[in-house]
């Protein structure tokens, strides 16, 4: 399991998740992503369970994917998306 997403609550609190590579390319992350965008929950199965957060109690998601540090990667995130950036503190 390489990739590991954080999800960050409105009230402090967080959970982690890692998984396998969900998709085969870029443009199937692509399609993935637009529909996440578009989506108000955030479905994840994990260990028997399905658990929906609704997007509303997130105040933001951290996602650790090796492939985000390749060059095709861009292709699967949104136009409008900062590519390179450094986080600071």
């Given at each position: 399991?390489?990739r590991i997403?954080?999800?960050?609550?409105?009230?402090?609190t967080?959970?982690?998740?890692?998984?396998g590579?969900?998709?085969?390319?870029?443009?199937?992350?692509?399609?993935?992503?637009e529909?996440?965008?578009?989506s108000?929950?955030l479905?994840?199965?994990?260990?028997?369970q399905v658990?929906i957060f609704?997007?509303?109690?997130?105040?933001?998601?951290?996602?650790?994917v090796?492939?985000?540090?390749?060059?095709?990667?861009?292709?699967?995130?949104?136009?409008?998306?900062?590519?390179?950036?450094?986080?600071?503190?």
């Open positions: 399991m390489e997403l954080t999800i960050h609550f409105i009230d402090g967080k959970v982690s998740f890692d998984f590579e969900q998709v085969p390319n870029a443009a199937a992350r692509k399609l993935k992503l529909d996440f965008m578009a108000r929950h479905v994840i199965e994990a260990e028997g658990m609704p997007v509303a109690n997130v105040k933001y998601m951290a996602l650790s090796p492939v985000l540090n390749s060059k095709g990667a861009a292709a699967a995130l949104p136009r409008h998306a900062i590519t390179g950036a450094r986080l600071r503190s």
